[in-house]
């Protein structure tokens, strides 16, 4: 496993933990580990850190773009900014104009598991709940106390895990 599913399943836990369903986690999940791997690329040549996106409160939860029939609306976790869409009954997360569904994340993540996810998955929602809410609800403090002290132990650990079926 490498970063990219530690941070997947880690984003859908704490998603969880901060009272999203199960399918908007991992729709939540796959969305961020998206933006997180292109701000990975997209920035690595430049030095500077970028500014902030700044959203007021009035506009988070208005419809925001329309691409075709997906309507997005801007959506906040914590500080977090992100695009959703509805779905049927169902809230899911886009970027690039892409929708993350609970079917994306089990195909990029779980799959990679064999039959050993569901040990990944307890063990991301006990380390997330060892964590304040305060710390869940922020995009940098879920970066650097949460995700970043063990992205590299956990993609080892799971790597492990998921060869041994």
């Excluded at 999940?29 to 292109?38: H, K, S």
């Amino acid at each position: 496993m490498g970063r990219f599913q530690v941070m997947a399943i880690l984003q859908a836990a704490r998603a969880q933990a901060c009272g999203l369903s199960l399918d908007e986690s991992k729709s939540w999940g796959l969305n961020r580990a998206i933006f997180y791997a292109a701000a990975k690329r997209g920035f690595r040549a430049v030095r500077a850190k970028p500014p902030p996106l700044k959203i007021s409160a009035a506009v988070v939860g208005r419809r925001y773009l329309k691409r075709g029939a997906v309507k997005e609306e801007v959506s906040q976790l914590g500080d977090e900014i992100a695009y959703k869409t509805k779905v049927g009954d169902n809230i899911y997360y886009t970027i690039g104009g892409e929708t993350q569904t609970p079917e994306d994340y089990s195909k990029q993540i779980m799959l990679r598991f064999g039959g050993k996810y569901r040990q990944a998955w307890e063990e991301a929602l006990e380390l997330v709940k060892k964590h304040p809410k305060s710390i869940l609800l922020s995009q940098n403090e879920f970066f650097q106390q949460v995700y970043k002290p063990v992205r590299d132990e956990l993609s080892e650990k799971w790597t492990q895990m998921a060869a041994s079926r």
